[in-house]
């Protein structure tokens, strides 16, 4: 084997496992999932599903990644080959470079954004805009030809920027790059992480023009809302973060311990790894966002901007309240916020080129450097899609295949192999075996039922969801109701008459601090939001310069997008197993021969 | 803040600062078993 690649230090695994995991979602995800989810009483399914779910998992793949290297193996088609030789493991292995490959296609150009927004607090470019005039600023970013620093294509420059750092980083090999990156990059993101967090927690009501302190937005996100931890949809959104803040079932966790030796501890790596991503997250990734948009703009806007998802807050509204601070401090925010992200952002990228390099290493004696810039190819062939039609929603699919519905049938899977296949039995032994801790017995327990049974959960409950997106219902939904307003107006009808009976309309539509008022129930502020939606969109829909055609036209190309977007998903998970099947059938040559 | 989500946020944050420096400070103190023959190139 050609692989010869090692980590430089302990310190350097750990930093860079943590990297792996701490990403854009720590600061832009998890937030907008508590605050959707019940505020502080999200923090206790969320903990569970880490205790039940992703403690345990970290456990299994790092074992896995470690046992697979033992024999040479370093990326996810033969590390579970080596597991148990049935051919259908290998195939089911190609996830784990498939789903890595796929989402570092997306997730690259998502880090440009972050290297551009750096670019621009720096060079001033948001001073004296406006809060529309930063929203619509994100919103030219995105059409491919407009260009707002004179330089022509400049998301594509940014985003071909960010690939070539990716890829050198990566050319470096392993303790020369990635580990160097990481020793960086994640002590970095965690001092402007810091840094913000204080200047979050600490921001005082009329000063500078806030209108809340950051405390109102901490209590918001802190209050327990104990009526919610009983609803299945809290509980399936707590254990879909823990998936994402952790990296599991993507593969790079195994890879990435493969390079560790058999007598070398895992246990209480994975531990202090795991842990460092919670500090983020939970420490810091609910300091930020929350605290300084409540601060700026009230509970109501930011609850009605968080069910766009986190993005748009972190790039559409926090460049202006950033602008509130004066100048200086302005632009220091803003690099400190898109440095920390892009920070996050590529300590994942480089563990999402990890697993290619390692299979070409592995199966083809390729050179490191030869592999990694195949790597920057191939992110750039499969990540022009999600450039070119951001729009037509080609960026949302891959996300939601790659980054999301393949993540949980890979790990559903390797849990069922590691306890069931291979046997809890040797894999508790893989797990324990070199460890600088006592893994607590229950976990043994834990990783043969309790975690499979939670997999299956958020599996099953997800099926209604990929369902609903293979048949586009939301899009469908949106024409129908685009074609025929009165549509809206029935069901604003129908939720006036139940939920919100005995509101007036001066509450319905102008009412203030909906959120934190205590004589309404959840239903009615949920109804309320709803109401305001959907009036909204009504008066979209009737305006006189509203194109109705043209707006059909352009649902209906972003359905062609989406539609297309899926074969070629499928063509490169076609292409991955074909070359694994060549590498397997190159193994049995070299094994007659010897 | 209110009472509830002090507690609640106080709770959270000591719980989870105190396994991320428990286990660092693990890793930092725990000394290598075998440091020419281990997984880190920089101990070998």
Known sequence: ?594 | MNTSALIMMITAFSVVIFMTVYYFVKVLRTPPRDPKHDSYSETN
């Open chain 1, 1 to 594: 084997m050609a692989n010869k690649e090692s980590w430089g230090s302990r310190v350097g695994l750990i930093l860079a496992m943590a990297g792996n995991a701490v990403g854009l979602g720590n600061f832009l995800r998890f937030p907008v999932q508590a605050i959707q989810n019940g505020g502080g009483t999200f923090i206790i399914p969320y903990l569970i599903c880490f205790l039940l779910m992703g403690l345990p998992l970290l456990y299994v793949e790092w074992a896995v990644g470690r046992f697979g290297g033992k024999w040479g193996n370093h990326s996810t088609p033969f590390i579970l080959d080596s597991m148990d030789k049935r051919r259908m493991w290998k195939y089911i292995g190609v996830f784990g470079i498939f789903t890595n490959v796929a989402v570092a296609a997306y997730y690259c150009y998502l880090e440009s954004w972050t290297l551009s927004y750096v670019f621009h607090s720096i060079f001033g470019t948001f001073q004296g805009m406006d809060q529309n005039q930063v929203a619509d600023f994100f919103g030219n970013y995105m059409k491919i030809g407009s260009s707002t620093t004179g330089i022509p294509y400049e998301s594509i420059v940014f985003w071909l920027v960010c690939l070539t750092i990716n890829t050198y980083i990566l050319s470096k090999g392993l303790s020369g790059g990635v580990e160097k990156a990481a020793k960086i990059g994640v002590p970095l993101l965690i001092f402007f992480g810091v840094l913000l967090a204080f200047k979050g927690i600490t921001l005082q009501a009329g000063e500078n023009g806030a209108i809340n302190s950051g405390t109102v937005g901490l209590n918001y996100l802190w209050t327990p809302d104990f009526s919610s931890i009983w609803t299945a949809k809290v509980w399936l959104a707590a254990a879909g973060q823990i998936f994402f803040t952790l990296s599991l079932g993507m593969g790079s966790i195994h890879c990435y311990a493969s390079y560790i030796k058999s007598t070398d501890d895992i246990a209480l790596n994975s531990q202090s790894a795991g842990w460092m991503n919670e500090f983020v997250e939970v420490v810091l990734g609910s300091s930020v966002l929350i605290p300084i948009a409540i601060g700026y703009l009230g509970i109501d806007n930011v609850v009605e901007m968080t069910k766009q998802g986190g993005l748009g807050l972190g790039f559409k509204t926090l460049p202006y309240l950033f602008q509130q601070w004066g100048d200086v401090l302005g632009a220091f925010a803003g690099v400190m916020w898109f440095g920390l992200l892009f920070f996050a952002g590529i300590t994942s990228s480089l563990a999402m080129g990890t697993p290619w390099i390692g299979f070409l290493e592995d199966e083809f004696n390729w050179k490191r450097k030869n592999a990694a810039w195949t790597f920057g190819l191939i992110v750039m062939i499969l990540g022009l899609p999600t450039v070119l039609f951001f729009n037509q929603g080609v960026f949302d699919e891959y996300d939601y295949w790659a980054g999301t519905v393949s993540l949980v049938v890979f790990a559903m899977v390797e849990i069922i192999l590691f306890s069931w296949v291979f046997g809890i039995k040797k894999g508790w032994h893989e797990i324990t075996d070199g460890a600088d801790i006592k893994v607590p017995l229950f976990y043994k327990f834990t990783i043969k039922y309790i975690t499979p049974l939670i997999l299956g959960f958020v599996f099953i409950f997800s099926l209604p969801d990929i369902w609903n997106t293979i048949q586009h219902t939301s899009t469908k939904t949106e024409i129908a109701q685009a074609k025929n307003p009165q549509q809206l107006l029935e069901s604003i009808k129908n939720t006036k008459s139940n939920a919100l009976v005995d509101l007036h309309d001066s509450m319905i539509y102008k009412g203030v601090d909906i959120m934190t008022n205590e004589n309404l129930s959840d239903e009615q502020k949920q109804g309320i939001f709803d109401v305001r939606e959907k009036t909204a969109l009504y008066k979209k829909y009737t305006a006189d310069d509203f194109g109705l055609n043209a707006f059909v036209r352009e649902k209906e190309k972003m359905m062609w997008f989406k539609n297309i977007s899926r074969p070629f998903l499928l063509l490169v998970f076609g292409l991955i197993s074909f070359l694994v099947y060549r590498a397997s059938k190159k193994r049995e040559l070299n094994t007659k021969t010897n």
